[in-house]
């Protein structure tokens, strides 16, 4: 199947899972019990631990839909994540996007922060680039449209890479490889620090 094709059919494939509107009770319970094999890589009630694995906690519904449909149709690429979609049905992905995005989200880290001049230019970078037009003023997502505040910083730094060199693939608009075309990795490093810092 060529990529148009592929990407068409995710496309439908979503349309129908948002078509079907919010899951049942029982889709729910269903998805609590489920997601506690996903907190092993993604964290204990969904807030991660490990630098390239994404905390998915208040994560918007929909954007968790959206990527697990493209995880299992292998329009988004990640091994683990493909083989792990393959075995999720619709009721599975409502399910899990309805439980995910309810629990509380990820805090700004403990710790000073080491290199606050990276911050200040990752927030006027963020401002100059028109981030905050689609992800929000608080970057907490909206839609399919990911939350990136308080993400861990180095998947933030793999996820604009991914979508700089073309190896993430996701929604049928090129919103983040038009928004990532004109910056460098020094760019994209500051972006990825202010957001995982942003209070
Ligand atoms: C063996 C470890 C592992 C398990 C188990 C796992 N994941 Fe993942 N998941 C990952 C990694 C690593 C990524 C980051 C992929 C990348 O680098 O782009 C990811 C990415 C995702 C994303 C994309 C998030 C984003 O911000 O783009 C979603 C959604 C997701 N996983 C949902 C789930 C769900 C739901 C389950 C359980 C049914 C699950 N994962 C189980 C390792 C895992
Ligand atoms: C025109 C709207 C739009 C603009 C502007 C935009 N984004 Fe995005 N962004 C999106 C969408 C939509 C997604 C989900 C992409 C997908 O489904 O593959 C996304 C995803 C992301 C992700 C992946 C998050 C994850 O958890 O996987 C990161 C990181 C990101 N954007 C950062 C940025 C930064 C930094 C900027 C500014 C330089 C920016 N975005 C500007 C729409 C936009």
């Known amino acids: 199947m060529s990529v148009r094709r592929t990407l068409a059919w995710a496309g439908i494939a979503a349309a129908a899972l948002a078509a079907a509107g919010a899951s049942s009770a029982e889709d ?3 998805a609590k019990e489920k997601a506690r094999a996903c907190f092993a890589c993604h964290g204990e009630g969904g807030i991660s631990r490990a630098p390239e ?6 994560q918007p519904d ?6 697990l449909v493209y995880f299992r149709s292998q329009t988004r690429k990640v091994e683990v994540m493909n083989a792990i979609a393959s075995a999720l049905s619709d009721a599975d992905i409502r399910g899990l996007g309805a439980y995910l995005s309810s629990l509380p989200p990820p805090q700004p880290p403990g710790e000073p922060d080491d290199r606050p001049e990276l911050t200040r230019a990752g927030a006027e ?3 100059r680039n028109h981030c905050a037009s689609c992800h929000t003023e608080r970057f907490v997502g909206q839609g ?7 993400q861990q910083e180095r998947y933030l730094l793999k996820a604009l890479r991914d979508f700089k060199s073309g190896v993430r693939r996701g929604g049928g ?3 983040m490889p038009d ?5 460098g990795d020094d760019d994209l490093r500051a972006l990825a620090h202010y957001l995982a810092r942003f209070r």
């Open 28 to 30: 729910l319970a269903a």
């Open 53 to 58: 694995t994404p905390s998915l906690a208040g």
């Open 62 to 67: 929909n954007f968790i839909q959206w990527q």
């Open 125 to 127: 970078l963020a401002r």
């Open 144 to 150: 399919a449209i990911a939350r990136l505040a308080n």
């Open 173 to 175: 608009v090129a919103a």
């Open 179 to 183: 928004a990532v075309y004109p910056l």
